[in-house]
């Protein structure tokens, strides 16, 4: 074994980490040696034919949406904290609409669905030790998850204490040792040792689920499918056509997927690859390969939205501890992310909806963009917190407007940090149903009742009046 190797994993180990953390660690190891291994070049591609499309799904019966729901579980990724918008805390706590963060909109979504279908369907977390106690105290404030059993004083700090059926309300993501980017060795941070760690990107799903021993908790309790979206995207609702179809197909994964666009240029598309359907992130893009950004060609784009049977996963990992196979992406930092001066570290990743491309009868099914909206920037931010998302009583985000999105493009020196953009939107933000795309240079502040429509460029410094209608 190489040196590196061998001390990276004995680093993990002695801190703690679970057979499947190791399996699924040296995996990404070997991964390395090899550098081109996770590579798919254009010509080894072929465009997906027509995917099945969610709104030629049939509609279940009441009985069939209610059997299928109480045997699904909500998952939902929240280790994020939003460090991109300058936040220090869990990026799901941010106010999406006036009194509603992304995590109180997911939890009166999950409630709504259980009340029209009376099934247990449980919302569990898959939390960073960052984001755990603040994300678990806001889910207690939900009296119906609390009544289901899922949520109990001390869960934040016990992990999986066992709470009425036995299911926790998170588990949390793994971590692994930085390695140097010189030697590749583990790296040493004595000022803070804390930064010699990284989590392993939202591909630990499938090794966390089982580390945690959330999977056989979940199987234990009677259920058998999950869905998985992230926290950001308020457009990923449990929908009963698709759980009814993933349960009728008998499929072991299945992942939502869009039409792409231009927006979609750096997201990971859909392609076969020696017979399989494979998901191609930037990474995997051998260099002076141009074709990544042909949106006609590569036509459907993951959304992170994934259905999982957790007993075929379960059956996976019995074979192999760090099961599913996943292409590795090598992420390159400092050791300190605030500090560009120190040591140059590799992160080593996987993306989750790679899973496509390794298990055996994977599908992908097409889907509106309205279950693909998420918030990365301040950008987005702006577009869900206006009147173009009203916000419905069953927690649906309801778009207002007609025809694509608002696309909305913010100085990125005075926008991009939240305290920035909240001063130059001290009213709230303007009308945005009837705007196609709103750009803005330089210092811009906006007034009350502001209104946009059309295609609006503004460019500061300049103060936006109360009441003015920009028109393209």
Request: aromatic share 4%; proline share 8%; charged share 25%.
């Amino acid at each position: 074994m190489a040196d590196h190797i061998d001390a990276t994993l004995t680093k993990a180990q002695a801190a703690g980490a679970h057979p499947a953390e190791l399996a699924a660690l040296r995996r990404r190891l070997d991964q390395l040696a090899e550098p081109q291994a996770g590579q798919l070049p254009s010509s080894a591609l072929e465009p997906l034919d027509d995917l099945p499309r969610l709104e030629d799904l049939p509609e279940p019966s009441a009985e069939q949406a209610r059997d299928v729901l109480d045997r699904l579980a909500v998952v939902k990724l929240n280790g994020g904290l939003g460090t991109s918008m300058g936040l220090s805390g869990p990026k799901s706590l941010l106010e999406v609409k006036p009194g509603h963060s992304f995590l109180d909109i997911l939890a009166t979504q999950v409630l709504a669905l259980r009340e029209r279908y009376a099934a247990r369907l449980p919302l569990l977390l898959m939390n960073s030790p960052t984001t755990r106690g603040p994300s678990v105290d806001v889910l207690r404030r939900h009296a119906g998850l609390a009544e289901a059993g899922l949520v109990e004083a001390g869960l934040a700090e016990a992990g999986l204490a066992e709470a009425g059926d036995g299911l926790p309300p998170d588990f949390l993501q793994g971590r692994e040792p930085k390695l140097r980017e010189s030697d590749l060795m583990p790296v040493e941070w004595p000022p803070d040792p804390e930064l010699e760690w990284c989590p392993p990107g939202h591909g630990d799903l499938y090794t966390a689920l089982a580390a945690s021993g959330t999977l056989d908790a979940l199987l234990a309790a009677g259920l058998r499918w999950c869905f998985v979206s992230n926290s950001d995207n308020l457009g990923a609702l449990a929908d009963v056509r698709l759980a009814a179809w993933i349960s009728a197909e008998g499929l072991p994964f299945a992942m939502e997927a869009v039409r792409g666009t231009a927006a979609d240029r750096k997201g990971g598309h859909l392609a076969r690859h020696q017979g399989r359907t494979v998901l191609r992130e930037t990474a995997q893009v051998p260099e002076g390969d141009q074709s990544f950004t042909d949106v006609e060609r590569w036509r459907y784009y993951n959304t992170n939205n994934l259905w999982i049977d957790l007993r075929a996963l379960q059956e996976l990992q019995a074979a192999d501890p760090g099961a599913p196979v996943l292409p590795l992406i090598v992420n390159r930092k400092t050791v300190d992310p605030t500090d560009p001066s120190s040591t140059p570290v590799i992160q080593l990743e996987t993306a989750m909806g790679a899973a496509i491309g390794s298990i055996e009868g994977a599908r992908a099914v097409q889907v509106p963009r309205t279950r693909f909206a998420p918030v990365k920037t301040t950008d987005d931010l702006l577009v869900v917190r206006s009147d173009a998302y009203e916000l419905n009583a069953d927690g649906r985000l309801a778009p207002t407007f007609d025809g694509p999105s608002p696309v909305v493009t913010l100085d990125r020196d005075r926008f991009r940090l939240l305290p920035d953009f909240e001063r130059r939107f001290p009213a709230g933000p303007p009308s945005l149903r009837r705007c196609r795309r709103l750009q803005v240079e330089g210092d811009v502040t906006f007034g009350v009742d502001v209104v946009v429509e059309g295609d609006v460029r503004i460019t500061g410094p300049r103060h936006v009046a109360d009441g003015e209608v920009l028109r393209g």
